[in-house]
């Protein structure tokens, strides 16, 4: 079992070259569908090769590898292997038992070439940007040097591949993450087949370089297929371009639904308010006349952004509410809130259905049930708490495949706010039941127009006043 923490990963993205902000950069990833940094699907597919270490020098035949779903940073991955009718070899990329990726090849006895040479310095590390329409036309080169050192340290297992071989497949993230599409891409398949050798692949190309171009571009996938080559090498990778993520309504916008003055005099924390479901809730309160302060975990410009929009009525706090700080305690209650928001959210994968996740249960007990018990009696301690919300989901009801543990999460929460607005009648507790909404997590299921939220959310806020 192999467990590719943050410091693996930063070294793989130097090894290839790719560093899009999904696989390094943890705001960014955070803001994705996968809630997570990602490996790299190239790395996936030299550590599946490992497992296949040959004795002798080998080089690659043939190879597909395809990505079903994200492996996230720090989940463990074992390897399952097998040795097909064809004579291939298949190497499947489980976590928790469930398949994330495969790798079907070929390896064939030949040369390792110790003469491809190390990849150049790496100046810019800032991925492209690409629309569909933009990297539907994009050609051009890269280098498929590498760092022999780095790669003996981190993949010991193929000191026998090809270096030839092992600098393109590195060439081909690096295309995907950093060149075409970039920063949106996500990467579905790469198969790899052996050609007549082409003395230069590239007119003026050196023997150090591979070209790449896009053969054809369906529009109603957003799928491209990324044709990539060396001398005696084809490459074919297949690569979604991902939307960003979507935008939430303005508060222009929000102030066209909410009367001015409905929440005046409230002081109100919103608990997850720098992005999504929380900065909207943020927006509702602010245009009712309320003050408010928005917590936030680890993404400070996206707080300062909302802080920035909501004007002087807003401001920001960091606050863990799996890792709770005295000083954060204190600064969320240093104004006698009236009203506390909860909005804190971790991941939501969907699991196979049928399966039970029980350290995904405990992460979300961790937010939903103990984070919102320890923040309901650090409230109540500070003598001014009026009402809370803690929007639960409409999967309690519901219970779709592969949600378990979050709808049981949910339920738990909604028990402990009854009985809390029981003991505490003055301090009432709503937990609304929201349907599936548009946000960062859900925008590849559901779309990007976020605009059906406000009517959710702002009748949610306007409970706390009945």
Same mark, same amino acid.
């Given at each position: ?291 408010? #302060? !928005? &917590?936030? /975990? ?5 707080? *300062?952004?909302?802080? %920035?929009? +909501? =004007?002087?009525?807003? $401001? ?112 009432? #507790? !709503? &937990?609304? /039941? ?5 946000? *960062?997590?859900?925008? %590849?299921? +559901? =779309?990007?127009?976020? $605009? ?15």
């Amino acid at each position: 079992m192999i467990v590719v923490d943050r410091g693996r990963q930063d070294s793989f993205a130097r090894l290839s070259g790719d560093f899009s902000p999904l696989h390094v950069d943890d705001a960014h990833a955070r803001r994705s569908q996968f809630g997570n940094r990602v490996v790299h699907g190239v790395h996936l597919v030299l550590l599946a090769l490992e497992q296949l270490a040959e004795p002798g020098a080998w080089r690659i035949d043939t190879l597909d590898a395809q990505f079903r779903s994200a492996v996230l940073v720090d989940e463990p991955i074992e390897f399952l292997t097998e040795t097909l009718a064809s004579g291939e070899r298949r190497v499947t990329v489980r976590v928790g038992g469930v398949a994330r990726s495969t790798v079907v090849v070929r390896l064939v006895p030949g040369r390792t070439d110790p003469t491809v040479p190390a990849a150049p310095t790496i100046g810019d590390t800032t991925a492209a940007t690409l629309s569909f329409a933009e990297a539907a036309a994009v050609s051009g080169r890269t280098w498929s040097g590498f760092d022999h050192e780095l790669a003996r340290r981190m993949f010991p297992g193929l000191a026998s591949c090809s270096a030839v071989d092992l600098g393109a497949i590195l060439a081909a993230t690096r295309v995907v993450g950093m060149r075409c599409p970039g920063e949106r891409a996500l990467f579905r398949r790469l198969r790899w087949e052996r050609a007549d050798p082409v003395p230069h692949v590239v007119d003026g190309a050196a023997g150090d370089e591979v070209e790449f171009h896009v053969a054809t571009a369906d529009p109603r996938f957003a799928l491209l297929t990324i044709a990539i080559a060396t001398a005696d090498l084809r490459l074919t990778a297949e690569v979604i371009v991902r939307e960003p993520p979507p935008a939430q309504p303005s508060l222009a916008d929000v102030r066209l639904v909410v009367d001015p003055g409905s929440f005046a005099g409230w002081r109100a924390v919103v608990v997850g308010g720098s992005r999504g479901l929380g900065e909207l809730a943020a927006k509702v309160l602010v245009a009712g006349g309320a003050d408010v #302060v !928005v &917590t936030f /975990r680890s993404g400070s410009v996206e707080a *300062d952004a909302v802080v %920035a929009e +909501l =004007g002087p009525a807003a $401001s920001a706090v960091q606050y863990d509410a799996l890792a709770p700080t005295e000083a954060g305690r204190a600064a969320l209650i240093a104004g006698a809130p009236t009203h506390l928001l909860h909005f804190a959210s971790p991941s939501i994968p969907k699991r196979p259905a049928g399966s039970w996740d029980p350290a995904l249960f405990a992460d979300f007990v961790g937010v939903y049930v103990t984070g919102l018990s320890e923040l309901l009696s650090l409230f109540d301690s500070s003598g001014a708490l009026q009402g809370v919300l803690y929007p639960s989901s409409t999967y309690v009801d519901e219970r779709p495949g592969g949600f378990a543990e979050y709808a049981a999460a949910k339920a738990m929460a909604e028990e402990l706010g009854a009985a809390w607005s029981r003991l505490r009648p003055g301090q009432r #507790v !709503v &937990t609304p /039941r929201f349907p599936p909404l548009v946000t *960062d997590q859900t925008a %590849a299921r +559901l =779309g990007s127009d976020t $605009s059906g939220n406000i009517g959710v959310v702002a009748d949610a806020v306007k409970s706390l006043l009945d």
